[in-house]
């Protein structure tokens, strides 16, 4: 079974993909590490964020791995590197190109088809995965998501956050919409155990549906 979590920055989505892949046994899939982790890499190398053909080949020749809470690019471990702000900065960039998403729409069906999964990400419901079983869209408001930001990243200040978050959402935007049979969750007032048990409960609705 595939869980498609999508949704934009600080709505929850990592937190509550996470708790629910370790309740129900799943594996789980963070689509948005895979983009940075290209980004981090194409910083490295010095290719442009313009060039979407270079950025395309960069990631077709530089396997993504996954292992237990690590992602390596290309053989080097970027767990943390991929958290900085100047990869939160430019990510979106490299991720609008139609060559770099295509290799990881590619990757990512690749991944989906080893078995049960909870995947997160922008277009998981609509573009990787859109027989997704079941499919989440998580909101929550601009201020609330901020906040969060500012709670995971204390070294940046909260004005500066926002702004990101802002800048980013406008760039994402193309990425950005909930799949038609999409089922959307404000989590603005939401506690994290809430919001995994309601998806929980639509995982085992669809289970018992498709038995
Ligand atoms: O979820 P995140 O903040 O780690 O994602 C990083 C960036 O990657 C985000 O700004 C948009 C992009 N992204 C995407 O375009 N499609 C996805 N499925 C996942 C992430």
């Known amino acids: 079974m595939i869980v498609a979590i999508d ?12 708790a629910l892949a370790t309740r ?3 594996r789980y899939l963070d689509t948005g590490a895979m983009y940075r982790a290209l980004t981090w890499l194409a910083l490295e190398r010095g290719v442009g964020f313009d060039d979407g053909s270079a950025l395309g080949a ?18 080097q471990d970027v767990t943390e590197a991929i958290r900085r702000p100047d990869i939160d900065r430019v990510v979106s960039s490299v991720a609008r190109h139609r060559e770099v998403r295509e290799v990881m729409r590619d990757r ?9 999964a ?3 990400g922008r277009d998981i419901g609509t573009v990787v995965c859109p027989h997704a079983d079941v499919k989440v869209y998580l909101v ?37 919409q909930p799949a038609a049979d999409a089922q959307t969750i404000d989590t603005t007032e939401l506690d994290i155990e809430g919001v995994v048990d309601s998806i929980e409960r639509l995982v085992r609705e669809r289970a018992s549906a498709t038995k």
């Open 58 to 75: 960069l990631a077709e020749a530089s396997p993504i791995t996954f292992d237990a809470d690590h992602v390596s690019i290309d053989g």
């Open 140 to 176: 929550a408001d601009s201020a609330e998501r901020a906040r969060r930001r500012v709670a995971e990243r204390p070294e940046i200040g909260a004005e500066a956050l926002a702004t990101d978050l802002r800048l980013r959402d406008e760039r994402d935007a193309a990425q950005m």
């Open 118 to 120: 909870v995947i997160e």
């Open 7 to 18: 949704g934009p920055a600080g709505a929850g989505k990592s937190t509550v993909a996470r």
């Open 24 to 26: 129900l046994g799943f």
């Open 108 to 116: 990512q069906r690749e991944l989906a088809e080893q078995g049960d």
